[in-house]
């Protein structure tokens, strides 16, 4: 059994993705396709498809809606591996560090960026679903109450386990986003992403909850990741595609259905992944 926590077994895993193909596999920007962006993988050219069944530790991921494959391609001319479909930590006993794993997977690929999409519920007023948020800072609920990745993790190779985030969004790349979504005449706002632990989603009291504390959008995803992204040193784009507006009254409250969040994913998600080409032509 593979230890997410433990160095030299990460290294066995990456062994036994380069045992599968012949030729020799890297990439410079990874991707993680959450439900936001799961067309984006349609999109990898020359794609070497590995399964995540064939890959030692990675969990079996059964959300519908999701796929379970690690790609290896080029977009727009740049190497990328793309991870289609991810892991949440729900469906994984709250394990963020094995959740978390293919970032360090994909960081031995040699990945220095990392681009990464979820499908969220709105807050901010402003929003609309089918509407684009860049990421600028997050909120890890789970994170800050003792489910961060890097709990435990002891050996030096790892890097510091005092993982600043400041910049953890890139400033740089959040200004390229902006300006390819401006040339694209496409809605994009900034705002804070906020992940609770799931699966149910936030009651009313919840959603105003963290809408007094200042996020914009909501999900369960993406935080564990990019924190262990920043850990290595890759630089982060984060997008959330808003499928559906949070719940923030109690007296006129609608039903979230995962049914609405998938059907919105899947409309938004062609511009989404589009745009996200685009600024990948652009890096
Ligand atoms: Cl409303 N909440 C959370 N946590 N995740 C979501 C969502 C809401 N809508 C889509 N994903």
Do not use: W
Request: proline content about 5%; some cysteine.
């Amino acid at each position: 059994v593979i230890n997410p926590k433990n160095y030299d077994d990460l290294l066995t895993v990456v062994s036994a993705i380069r045992a599968q193909v012949d030729v020799p596999l890297e990439a410079e920007i990874g991707i993680i396709c959450g439900s936001g962006l799961g067309v984006i993988g349609d999109q990898v050219e020359n794609p070497i498809v590995i399964p995540y069944s064939k890959i030692p530790g990675f969990p079996v991921t059964n959300v519908p809606g999701h796929k379970g494959n690690l790609l290896f391609g080029t977009i727009a001319g740049k190497k990328v591996v793309c991870m289609q479909g991810r892991f949440h930590p729900y469906e994984h006993q709250m394990n963020t560090a094995l959740c978390a794993l293919p970032v360090r997977v994909m960081h031995q690929f040699g990945i220095k960026t990392m681009i990464v999409s979820n499908a969220a519920g709105g807050i901010n007023k402003n929003f609309q679903y089918g509407d684009l948020m860049l990421i600028k800072d997050h909120i890890f609920l789970p994170g800050l109450a003792g489910h961060s990745p890097l709990i435990g993790l002891k050996d030096p190779r790892y890097g510091r386990l005092f993982t600043s985030l400041h910049d953890a969004y890139n400033k740089d790349l959040r200004n390229l986003a902006i300006a390819v979504a401006n040339a694209k005449k496409m809605r994009l706002f900034e705002g804070v992403f906020v992940m609770s632990g799931g699966p149910q989603y936030e009651s009313p009291a919840e959603v105003n909850m963290f809408k007094t504390v200042g996020a914009d959008a909501l999900g369960m995803s993406t935080c564990h990741e990019v924190i262990v992204a920043r850990q290595c040193g890759i630089t982060c784009l984060g997008f959330s595609l808003i499928t559906n507006i949070a719940n923030l009254n109690v007296e006129n409250s609608v039903e979230v259905s995962h049914a609405e969040v998938l059907e919105t994913a899947k409309e938004a998600g062609e511009r989404a992944s589009s745009f996200v080409c685009d600024i990948i032509a652009n890096m």
